[in-house]
T-cell receptor, first 115, second 112 residues
Framework: NAGVTQTPKFQVLKTGQSMTLQCAQD?????MYWYRQDPGMGLRLIYY???????DKGEVPNGYNVSRLNKREFSLRLESAAPSQTSVYFC??????????????FGPGTRLTVL | DQQVKQNSPSLSVQEGRISILNCDYT??????FLWYKKYPAEGPTFLIS?????DKNEDGRFTVFLNKSAKHLSLHIVPSQPGDSAVYFC???????????FGTGTRLTIIP
């Protein structure tokens, strides 16, 4: 099992460019999440998907869109990148069926720099 | 509004001693708490959790204590080992919900 995979690992964008971060999990989990990690801010939830076909905003959704392509894949799109979106992005999944405290499994992250 | 707070950005502990990492929360609806460990250039990995109906949970060298009245939890690592050097995140969730709210993290350094 690969667990949660993310591509790319690194990306440099210019302000205004667009890109899509890809995430896939092979654990048959229903729920998937996108976080960003910034110094001194911890992990902040951008969007999540409780099941295939559903998505909901998290704490910091502005400037992002998501697609739950199927049960395995959850992508994050930046339509017009801004320097404030420079961050490390983590995808995660969980399979607790809505049970509180279900552990989330994280991918290795994508380090994005917007110039 | 930071609902989960880790007020110590960093902590250094001698190898073999006890490491104590602290976490405070403000939302009384939180009923499940988790600790994650993160090494550089890797994603966080689950370490240990505790339900609000308990006040202690132990797993090997790791013990989490929950004080609901104080809205405070702590992670104890005994004995501390060099491989424990990492950033530790506290996280919390509310009933019927798998979403987690994370703290800002504490960087633990174990000194050989």
């Amino acid at each position: 099992n690969a667990g949660v995979t993310q591509t790319p690992k690194f990306q440099v964008l210019k302000t205004g460019q667009s890109m899509t971060l890809q995430c896939a999990q092979d654990m048959n989990h229903n729920s998937m999440y996108w976080y960003r990690q910034d110094p001194g801010m911890g992990l902040r939830l951008i969007y999540y998907s409780a099941s295939e076909g559903t998505t909901d905003k998290g704490e910091v959704p502005n400037g992002y869109n998501v697609s739950r392509l199927n049960k395995r894949e959850f992508s994050l799109r930046l339509e017009s990148a801004a320097p404030s979106q420079t961050s490390v992005y983590f995808c995660a999944s969980s399979g607790g069926g809505g049970r509180p405290g279900s552990r989330q499994f994280f991918g290795p992250g994508t380090r994005l720099t917007v110039l | 509004d930071q609902q989960v707070k880790q007020n110590s950005p960093s902590l250094s502990v001698q190898e073999g001693r006890i490491s104590i990492l602290n976490c405070d929360y403000t939302n009384s609806m939180f009923d499940y708490f988790l600790w994650y460990k993160k090494y550089p250039a890797e994603g966080p990995t689950f370490l240990i959790s505790i339900s609000s109906i308990k006040d202690k949970n132990e797993d090997g060298r790791f013990t989490v204590f929950l004080n609901k009245s104080a809205k405070h939890l702590s992670l104890h690592i005994v004995p501390s080992q060099p491989g424990d050097s990492a950033v530790y995140f506290c996280a919390a969730s509310t009933g019927g919900n798998e979403k987690l709210t994370f703290g800002t993290g504490t960087r633990l350094t174990i000194i050989p």
